[in-house]
């Protein structure tokens, strides 16, 4: 069982970034870990990976340039750079561990709200 924590959401300025940091209970070693983010009202969006099998990261088209994924398996912790923030990207942000060698192993955090207004 992983437990995963998301961290560091709250208010910003348009125009302004936050940190976000995803941390696990257990190893990250094997796990390909992604974010989330769903706004009231809106459909769960996929805003990127880093992969465990090749080691890149990947990002959605709404965020790429902006967005920045980071992980650390040291510290058990993966982090979400965001930067250039709109108020669209007001959203409940999520971090999703899927094992890459055991299919169906996933996990998810509980979110951390993430508001973008003046």
């Known amino acids: 069982q992983l437990k995963l924590v998301e961290s560091g959401g709250g208010l910003v300025r348009p125009g302004g970034s936050l940190r976000l940091s995803c941390g696990a209970s257990?190893?990250?070693?094997?796990?390909?870990i992604a974010w989330f983010r769903q706004a009231p009202g809106k459909e769960r969006e996929g805003l990127g990976c880093?992969?465990?099998?090749?080691?890149?990261?990947y990002y959605a088209d709404s965020v790429k340039g902006r967005f920045t994924i980071s992980r650390d398996n040291a510290k058990k912790v993966v982090h979400l750079q965001m930067n250039t923030l709109y108020p669209e990207d007001t959203a409940l942000y999520y971090c999703?561990?899927?094992?890459?060698?055991?299919?169906?192993?996933?996990?998810w955090g509980q979110g951390t709200q993430v508001t973008v207004s003046s």
């Open positions: 999703y561990a899927e094992h890459a060698r055991l299919p169906g192993l996933e996990y």
């Open positions: 880093a992969s465990d099998s090749d080691g890149g990261t």
């Open positions: 257990g190893s990250l070693d094997w796990y390909s």
